[in-house]
Each structure stands twice: as C-alpha cells, then as structure tokens.
C-alpha cells in the first residue's frame, strides 16, 4: 500500500484528517485509512468505535457546505489488524472549506500528488 493522489494514512486520528477530506471533495475523492503508518506499515485502532465517532462529528461539524452525503466511515480489516477507513467521493457543492477558516485559501485544499495543500483564489474561484 502507497500514499497517493487518493490515498492517505494517518496512524491516528488528528484535526489533520478535516483538510485532508476537504482536499478530496474538491479533487477526485479519496480514501483516508486510520491506523497506518505514513510507509504503509498497518498499525491498526486501539479504540474503533470511539476513533469512527469521534471521526464522523469532526466531519459533520466543520466542513461547508454539508459533506456528510458524500462520507462513507467505516471498520476496515487489513492484514488482521482494524482501521478506520474514511472513503470521500468528489463533491457536488465545490469548494469544500473548514467552517472555522471560511471560503479562502486557508480554508480550502485541494490535492496535489501525495500531498494536501491550500487552494489558490483563482481556483477557489473557478470551482464556484
């Protein structure tokens, strides 16, 4: 398993994880798994159910306009370990923003190979 333009891991959940779904609802979608090592090493979840909750209320909460139709949060057994599996598809309300940042780069990503990384104004722009 590799990092890529649609894939991302995360060994834990942190606020990170917000950018990273913004970026892929305004890119081609994605994938973020929880509970892997950045070199793809599954680690797995010590708490699933607490990570997927606290995950879901994080999303729903602070990300305009509202994504959670296009969130797909779910339990995920890789190599006999539990990951949470955050899947996105592109949304159809471009651009996606962190509530708390607004409607400017700070608060809209896109993704960019492996990496996310903060719209430009003219792109924000182009995507209304």
């Known amino acids: 398993m590799t990092e890529g333009i ?7 959940y942190t606020d990170e994880i917000k950018r990273t779904v913004v970026a892929f609802a305004n890119t081609r979608g994605g994938e973020v798994l929880i509970g892997v090592e950045d ?3 599954v680690i797995g979840v010590p708490d699933l159910d ?18 959670t139709m296009f969130l797909l949060c779910e339990k995920r057994e890789i190599g006999g370990k539990d990951v949470v599996a955050v899947s996105v598809q592109r949304g ?6 962190l509530a708390a940042k607004g409607l400017r780069p700070e608060g809209v990503f896109v993704r960019q190979g492996t990496s996310t990384i903060p719209a430009t104004w003219s ?6």
Do not use: Q
């Open 6 to 12: 649609t894939t991302e891991f995360k060994r834990e």
């Open 92 to 97: 159809t309300a471009c651009p996606y923003y």
């Open 39 to 41: 070199d793809g090493t």
């Open 50 to 67: 607490g990570t997927m909750l606290k995950v879901t209320n994080a999303l729903r909460d602070s990300i305009k306009p509202d994504i």
């Open 123 to 128: 792109a924000i722009l182009r995507k209304r």
